[in-house]
Structures are given as structure tokens and as C-alpha cells.
């Protein structure tokens, strides 16, 4: 079982910054591949953006440009900064973990709310 804390998100003006951090609950990287996803009301979660489990990284052509996922695998983290917010970009932000071998494992985080706003 794999637990996923998210945090820092927060109430920002449009053009700000945030950074999200993801807490694993154990050195899971070099086994999952890592995902921020969001959700608006009313509308599909959407993958952010992504980093495979040999780092590899992949955005959303959205985001592309403004947000940066990277990983501590010493802290058992991930991040997304998110740069030049755009009220657009106001979500709850979800952590993931994908595990695919002979079988699957996926887990979520809870969330954590971004609003842009003035």
C-alpha cells in the first residue's frame, strides 16, 4: 500500500508561482511512474504532468512552458512548480503512483486545492 500526501497549494494571483509537493510513503520511484493530475468542478481529471520511473518527464500542451515536475528520491517526493498561473489553472491537484508489472498498482493522493485568482 502506497500513501500519497499532497501540499502547498493555495489562493495565488494570476502570474504567480506555487510549488506542490507530493509525499511517498516509501522509496517508490525506481518502481512507479509519477503523475500530478487536476479536476475542475464539473469536468474529467486531467494528467499535468508526468515523470516515468527513469525520468523521463511529459505536460499537458497547456502547462507546457510554466510547470516543471521533478522528484527527491532521497526525500521520496515529487514537485510541480507551477509558474505564470492562469486562472484557468485553478483545480484541485491530485498525486499519483502507476505501478504496471505482471500486475497493476495505482494510488491517489487527496488533493490540494490551487485557485488563481485577483
Known amino acids: 500500500q502506497v500513501q500519497l500526501v499532497e501540499s502547498g497549494g493555495d489562493l495565488v494571483q494570476p502570474g504567480g508561482s506555487l510549488r506542490l509537493s507530493c509525499a511517498a510513503s516509501g522509496n517508490i520511484f525506481s518502481f512507479y511512474n509519477m503523475g500530478w493530475y487536476r479536476q475542475c468542478p464539473g469536468k474529467q481529471r486531467e494528467l499535468v504532468a508526468s515523470i516515468t520511473r527513469g525520468g523521463s518527464t511529459n505536460y499537458a500542451d497547456s502547462v507546457k512552458g510554466r510547470f516543471t515536475i521533478s522528484r527527491d528520491t532521497a526525500k521520496n517526493t515529487v514537485y510541480l512548480q507551477m509558474n505564470s498561473l492562469k486562472p484557468e489553472d485553478t483545480a484541485v491537484y491530485y498525486c499519483?503512483?502507476?505501478?504496471?508489472?505482471?500486475?497493476?498498482?495505482?494510488?491517489w493522493g487527496q488533493g490540494t486545492q490551487v485557485t488563481v485568482s485577483s
Open positions: 499519483n503512483a502507476d505501478y504496471r508489472g505482471t500486475t497493476r498498482y495505482n494510488y
